[in-house]
């Protein structure tokens, strides 16, 4: 069931994606090389809770840590965090979610660590420019097949794959909700957007391959051929006047 929410909760949730958005900030500016995914954890725990909130991934359905870190092919989200030491060249995807005054946000980047090949770049670059356009769609009056199709087509217009096994989804007072937001689709279909849904939009794409498998720790997801992916997420609330980007300054 899709749960509305009311202007008073969409602006809870905006204080909180403030604070996300200032926190993933700050952990950007961590990400170069000699610096390890547990300290890149470590960090992000330690603002989540400067910022007066609580992590939003620790706990859920066991996920031990607060950071989800997925490096290179190693994952493309889930990843936990290790002793692994970021490199030049590297790619790192950051996936960080608070609960602030009993509602959750949700956010992801994918960086470059240091220098990095063009092809690897122009994934980055595409998968961050299919968000935005993504967004644009998510508004009163269209569907969840209209955001979907618009994210699909831009992705696989460039050479790119989306995953179709791994979606966004809805976010409020439960970390996800209904209803289930995928990257691809037919335009016209599926759910209506209505105002006061808030959902997390969040394109996962791939050089190769789409199809995942399972990492060993079992959370992580990585690609079965073993290529690059990408990853971004914002939190965005359907109003009367557009959409509404939470997780942001």
Known sequence: MIKLKTQKEINIMREGGKKLAQIMQELTKLVKPGISTNELNKAAEGLVLKYGAEPGFKGHQGFPCSLCTSVNAQAIVHALPSDYVLKEGDIISLDLGLKYRDFYSDMAITLPVGEIDYETMRLLK?????LKIGIKKAKVGNTIGDIGNTIQRFIEYRGFKV???LCGHGI???LHEDPQ???YGKRGKGEPLKEGMVICIEPMTTIGS???IKTEDGFGY????GSLSCHFEHTIAITKSGPKILTEL
């Open 210 to 212: 789409p199809n995942l």
């Open 163 to 165: 995953v179709e096994s």
């Open 181 to 183: 937001i995928p990257n």
């Open 126 to 130: 595409a998968t961050k420019k299919s």
């Open 222 to 225: 990585t690609t079965k051929d």
């Open 172 to 174: 409020g007072r439960s």
